[in-house]
C-alpha cells in the first residue's frame, strides 16, 4: 500500500536550520507531485510547498518563501523540504502528502504521511 | 492569494442530524475544491475531491456541491465517528490555501 514517512524534525533555536525527509513507497514515485503541509499545535493546516513530477516546478506558501526550499531525488523515492532561518511561527507538524500525477498539479493530496514535529524554541 | 472562509467555526450535532458546512472562496476556483476530516490526533483524510467527488472507501453519506466561490460538505445521518474537524482547501491556484476548519462536536 502507499506509504509516506517522514522525519527529521526535532527541536532548534531560532534562526538555525533544518531539514525533513519524507520516503515514499507502495507506488510510482516519480510519476506525482509532493507536498507539504504543516499544522501548528491546536491550529488549522496551512500548506507550504508543491514539487511537480520531476521536480522541474516548485511553489511554495508566501509565509516561507525565500527560507524552505522543497526538493526531490526520484532516485531514493524522497521528498525534502530544507528549512533555513528558522522562526517561532515554524513550530508544527510537518506533512508530506502526494499529490497528482505528472502534470496535474491540482490533484488532492492523498494519502499523507504520519507527520514530523519541528520546535522553534531558544 | 485565494483566502477560504469555512461556516461555522464549530458545530454542536448529534447522531442522526444532518450537517452542512461552508466553504467559500475569495475568489473563483472552479471546482478545484477539496474536503477533508481530521480526528483528533491523525493525519487528515480526503473525502471529497473536484468539489463533488467522493474519495474511495468514503461512505455515501458525505456528498459535496458547489463551483466557483461557494461550496457546501453534507453529512447526512451523522455516525459516531464523523466527530472530527473538516477542512476543505482550494487546488485552483498556488498557495493551495486551506480554510480555517470546522470542528463538528457531539451535542
Known amino acids: 500500500q502507499v506509504q509516506l514517512v517522514e522525519s527529521g524534525g526535532g527541536e532548534v533555536q531560532p534562526g538555525r536550520s533544518l531539514r525533513l525527509s519524507c520516503v515514499a513507497s507502495?507506488?510510482?514515485?516519480?510519476?506525482?507531485?509532493m507536498h507539504w503541509v504543516r499544522q501548528p499545535p491546536g491550529k488549522g493546516l496551512e500548506w507550504v510547498a508543491l514539487?511537480?513530477?520531476?521536480?522541474?516546478?516548485?511553489y511554495y506558501a508566501d509565509s516561507v518563501k525565500g527560507r524552505f526550499t522543497i526538493s526531490r531525488d526520484n532516485s531514493k523515492n524522497t521528498v525534502y523540504l530544507q528549512m533555513n532561518s528558522l522562526r517561532a511561527e515554524d513550530t508544527a507538524v510537518y506533512y508530506c502528502a502526494r499529490g497528482g500525477d505528472y502534470y496535474d498539479s491540482s490533484g488532492s493530496l492523498d494519502p499523507w504521511g504520519q507527520g514530523t514535529l519541528v520546535t522553534v524554541s531558544s | 492569494d485565494i483566502q477560504m472562509t469555512q461556516s461555522p467555526s464549530s458545530l454542536s450535532a448529534s447522531v442522526g442530524d444532518r450537517v452542512t458546512i461552508t466553504c467559500r472562496a475569495s475568489q473563483s476556483v472552479d471546482r478545484y475544491l477539496i474536503w477533508y476530516q481530521q480526528k483528533p490526533g491523525k493525519v487528515p483524510k480526503l473525502l471529497i475531491y473536484?468539489?463533488?467527488s467522493l474519495q474511495s472507501g468514503v461512505p455515501l453519506r458525505f456528498s459535496g456541491s458547489g463551483s466557483g466561490t461557494d461550496f457546501t460538505l453534507t453529512i447526512n445521518s451523522l455516525q459516531p465517528e464523523d466527530f472530527a474537524t473538516y477542512y476543505c482547501?482550494?487546488?485552483?491556484?498556488?498557495?493551495?490555501?486551506f480554510g480555517q476548519g470546522t470542528k463538528l462536536e457531539i451535542k
Open positions: 507502495g507506488y510510482t514515485f516519480n510519476k506525482y507531485g
Open positions: 473536484s468539489a463533488s
Open positions: 514539487i511537480w513530477f520531476d521536480g522541474s516546478s516548485k
Open positions: 482547501q482550494q487546488t485552483y491556484t498556488t498557495p493551495y490555501t
